[in-house]
């Protein structure tokens, strides 16, 4: 909690002014999750899954591996998703996202 969230407003934003709701990231994000969560009870989706890591680069030499966390996965049609509630899509992930295309034949799909 930040020093002035007991006034109303204040309420502390993470750097790219997402506000935290029902447990996730952002606002967009929960949003989606409720609209997967709903698919998968009415069985128009399975295996529906939440903060999946993905390997990207294994650890070498010391330093860490390079991972990329998707915010989603699930299997739809007999295809499995890889998903991101993205809002804000930064050079970082941008390069994951290639990278794990390019590396691993997995694409994702930005909601």
Known sequence: MGRWS???GT???NKYRNKRTNGYASIKEAAV???LKMLALAG???DYHEQVPFEIVPKWKGMPAVRYIADFTFVE???TVVADAKG???PIYKLKKRLL???HGIEIEEM
């Open 101 to 103: 295309a390019q590396l």
């Open 11 to 13: 309420e502390k934003l």
């Open 44 to 46: 128009k989706i399975h």
């Open 77 to 79: 049609n007999g295809r």
């Open 33 to 35: 999750a409720a609209n």
């Open 6 to 8: 007991h006034i109303p």
């Open 88 to 90: 804000m899509r930064t």
